[in-house]
């Protein structure tokens, strides 16, 4: 058994060789592609970053054209999708629904299901695209009693999604476009984060050859866990507890004492700033103007424990820093968009992270199928002993 290395949670462990993104969790850095987050989430858009993760680099003004072209055409799903809905429960979670629906796909879309042929890659990398959102969507219109929306695909990509959740019957439906900004760059800064938990889930699915469709289903169906997806919920459960600003200082209390952690706060790999976190507070803060929040009491709470943590020496000399979670639950409620549909955006803006890496391991030669060995700690060899025997 001293044959293996024993690291459990892969703390010490590359899982595999990737080009894709880069952390550098000391300085607070994250690149995808080599280009600072930062920038991208500035001056790029999220279908530009898709592109430019799944492909390695950025589209010129015609491959762009044609990447959003292409994307847009595969929004619709099979219409058979509205019957597959109706056979879950009404009260069902929305990330339930979204794990069975989009494994669902590999029975719609069989020509996907060829893994060798680059183009069957490629077609299928777009539908995951163009259609997680839909079904997102869907996931949400359906666990509220509410008819489908189609896609309307003269909307961007972002807007689209909205229109998708949010808009009535019949309506002439306009989305704020600070707004659409706003989800724009939770989708950007969620696209992609090297080797966690979900992705490496996709991965080790994907290394046997199983269809993507499956293999992103599995990422979705890890990225549910709490400890991975769930804590922007957690930081919005966080806030009701507290209830309003009075509160605080008892809960600071209890963080300081471990009876409890402040949400959305510390990183496992950041040790300063989580870049996207910098980002979101300013998107957060443009929201709640816009939208002339500022003062109402849940987003005031939280800008208040914002600043506390920010001057505490506690936090300080832990090297604790607000992550992007503690932003994003606050921005995607001020779009008044339900807790229960967080990680299913979360899900929406990780799938190009996922495809891009299950595409990158199919697409190397070397490619083995992922299989970790174990430290055995079970009995040793014994003989069967008959029933009657047995005390
Ligand atoms: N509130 C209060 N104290 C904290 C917190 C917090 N949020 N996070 C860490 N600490 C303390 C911890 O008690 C320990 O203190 P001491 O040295 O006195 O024992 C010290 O800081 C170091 O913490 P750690 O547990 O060694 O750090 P870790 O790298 O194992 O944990 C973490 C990282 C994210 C699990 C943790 O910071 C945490 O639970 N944060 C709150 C939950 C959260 O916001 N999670 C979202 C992470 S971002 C998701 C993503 O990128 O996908």
Redesign the pocket.
């Known amino acids: 058994t001293g044959m293996f290395t024993y690291d459990p949670g892969f703390l010490a462990t590359a899982s595999c060789e990737s080009a894709i993104t880069f952390i550098d969790g000391d300085q607070g850095q994250l690149y995808y592609r080599g280009y600072p987050i930062e920038q991208l989430a500035e001056h790029s858009d999220y279908l530009e970053t898709c592109y430019l993760l799944i492909f390695g680099e950025l589209p010129t003004a015609e491959q762009k054209a044609d990447f959003v072209k292409t994307v847009t055409r595969h929004t619709m799903v099979h219409d058979q999708m509205t019957r597959f809905f109706q056979g879950f429960r009404r009260d069902a979670h929305p990330m339930a629904m979204m794990v069975g629906v989009t494994g669902a796909l590999s029975a719609f879309y069989q020509d996907s299901l060829d893994i060798n042929n680059p183009r069957h890659r490629e077609v299928t990398m777009y539908r995951l695209i163009s259609k997680i959102p839909t079904i997102a969507a869907m996931c949400y219109r359906y666990s509220k009693g509410l008819p489908f929306n189609y896609p309307k695909n003269d909307l961007s990509y972002a807007a689209n999604f909205l229109q998708m959740m949010f808009a009535t019957p019949c309506e002439d439906y306009k989305p704020n476009p600070v707004l659409v900004r706003a989800l724009d760059r939770i989708f950007t800064l969620h696209a992609d984060?090297e080797q966690?938990a979900s992705t490496s889930t996709v991965r080790l699915a994907g290394s046997s050859g199983a269809n993507p469709f499956a293999c992103i289903a599995a990422g979705i169906a890890c990225l549910w866990g709490p400890?991975?997806?769930g804590?922007n919920e957690?930081?919005l459960k966080m806030l009701d507890e507290i209830g309003s600003v009075d509160n605080v200082p008892a809960f600071m209390e209890g963080?300081k004492n471990?009876t409890h952690?402040?949400?959305?706060?510390?990183?496992?790999?950041y040790k300063n700033m989580?870049p996207r976190a910098a980002i979101m507070k300013k998107t957060c803060d443009d929201v709640l103007k816009e939208l002339g929040l500022e003062n109402d009491p849940k987003f005031k709470l939280a800008m208040a424990l914002e600043k506390i943590a920010l001057e505490d020496p506690?936090?300080i000399e832990?090297k604790?820093y607000p992550?992007?979670?503690?932003y994003s639950g606050i921005v995607l409620t001020a779009l008044n968009i339900p807790v229960s549909m967080f990680t299913v955006i979360f899900a929406l803006a990780r799938t190009v992270g996922w495809i891009s890496h299950w595409n990158e391991m199919i697409s190397d030669p070397g490619m083995k199928i992922g299989r970790p060995r174990q430290l055995y700690t079970g009995s040793p060899r014994r003989d069967y002993v008959p029933v009657e025997k047995r005390k």
Not at 262 to 268: D, E, I, K
Not at 323 to 326: A, E, S
């Open positions: 984060h966690n400890s991975h997806g804590a957690a930081v963080v471990k952690k402040l949400m959305g706060f510390g990183h496992r790999v989580d506690y936090f832990r604790l992550n992007v979670d503690f």
